[in-house]
Structures are given as C-alpha cells and as structure tokens.
C-alpha cells in the first residue's frame, strides 16, 4: 500500500465554518480512505471512496477523488469544536487492507 | 461491545527490558495489525495477521516479535527494548471483505530510558 500525503499539515478555523483538507498519492488505487485522530485516541475510519466515485456524503463530511489528479479532499462543512482532531487519508491499492498513513492534517475549531 | 482493547495503556521501560503488548478485539475480525505513531512519522505498520495463525512483516518488523495467540487476540513483544523504540503503539482490527476499514484500538504510550 502506498502512503497519502495530507495538506495542510495544520488548519485552524472558526466554529461554523467549513474545513477543507487535501490528500494526494502517487499510484492507482481501489479506494481511499479518511480516519479521524482524537487527541489520545486511536484512529476512527470516516468515510471510504472507491476509484469510481468522485464524490461521497456522510453527514457533515463531503469528500472528493480526483483519479487524474491523484487526489481527494475532505470538506467538514460547519464545523464544531468536536471536530478538533487530527485528519487522515490513506489510499489503498486493494492488496488487503494494510493501509499506510502519513501524518494527517491537524485541525483546530475555535469557539 | 468493547471494540479493540489494548493493553496497557502505559509503560516505562529501561533500555534492555522486554515487554509485551497485548491487543484483543471482539468483533471476530480475521485481520489484525501493530502500527506505531512517531511526530512528524505518521503510523507505520510493524507487523499485521491475515488470520489466525499466520503472521508478516510491515515497514518496521526489526526488533519486534508477534504472536496471533487466537482470533482475538495479537500480541507484540520486544525483546530487548531500545530507546528508538519509544512510540505509541496501536493495534488495530478489520474484516476480510474487501475495503474494510480498520477499527483501532486506543494505544499504548511505551518509553524507554
């Protein structure tokens, strides 16, 4: 498996405002997935897009996939002060489900 | 329902001593993983078990043993723990049907004087 690379490495946005992170990868890939990191927790899968799909709802999350471009983005819309936590992608090439994960866009929500 | 449990969830090791991390889930996953989350590294996968009984490598198998004791649960030994070792480790859980996701367990932070 390959690793995403998430951009930017740190946001920090207003409450009700949206968050918008990217990942970009360098080979083709069966489908990507986005984890939530809570501040001393482990990861929490959010939202998984496969290569045919361009774009996914779950809530408030909205994510993105550019095939072309290798690469996806993340759209929290109205964020939350729960929100606050550390973002990751992670392309999968479908050879199982060993995912690798880069170090992940760290998001603040500020009341 | 209890999900991935790890423990412990703390350790102070010195440098030499070995431990074992012990991970069971309870959703009757096949799949289990060992990762380690360094600053500025991300999660690199040490070592991961397809199914019970059978176990391989990941990105950073060296000085690291495991054992997939049964279905449930995956252990990861070191042997003679090194500074360089000072991580937090996660273990995580998954399906076999493909693009399962991971369900991770909450970690153990290991420091090693």
């Known amino acids: 498996s390959q690793q995403g690379e998430e951009d930017p490495q740190a946001l920090s946005i207003q409450e009700g405002e949206n968050a918008t992170m990217n990942c970009s990868y360098k080979?083709?890939?069966?489908?990507l997935q986005w984890y939530r990191q809570n501040s001393g927790r482990g990861l929490v899968h959010l939202i998984l897009?496969?290569?045919?799909?361009r774009e996914k709802h779950s809530g408030r999350l909205r994510v993105t996939l550019d095939t072309s471009k290798k690469s996806s983005s993340l759209l929290i819309t109205a964020s939350r002060a729960a929100d606050t936590a550390s973002y990751f992608c992670?392309?999968?090439?479908?050879?199982?489900?060993?995912?690798?994960f880069g170090t992940g866009t760290q998001l603040k929500v500020e009341l | 329902n209890a999900g991935v449990t790890q423990t412990p969830k703390f350790q102070v090791l010195k440098t030499g001593q070995s431990m074992t991390l012990q991970c069971a889930q309870d959703?009757?996953?096949?799949?289990m993983y060992w990762y380690r989350q360094d600053p500025g590294m991300g999660l690199r996968l040490i070592y991961y078990?397809?199914?019970?009984?059978?176990?391989d490598k990941g990105e950073v198998p060296n000085g690291y043993n495991v054992s997939r004791l049964n279905k449930r649960e995956f252990s990861l030994r070191l042997e003679s723990a090194a500074p360089s070792q000072t991580s937090v480790y996660f273990c995580a859980s998954s399906g076999t049907r493909a693009n399962s996701p991971l369900h991770f367990g909450n970690g153990t932070r290991l420091t090693v004087t």
């Open positions: 992670a392309p999968s090439t479908g050879g199982g489900n060993k995912l690798t």
């Open positions: 897009i496969r290569s045919n799909e």
């Open positions: 078990s397809a199914s019970e009984g059978t176990t």
């Open positions: 080979t083709s890939i069966n489908n």
């Open positions: 959703m009757n996953h096949n799949s």
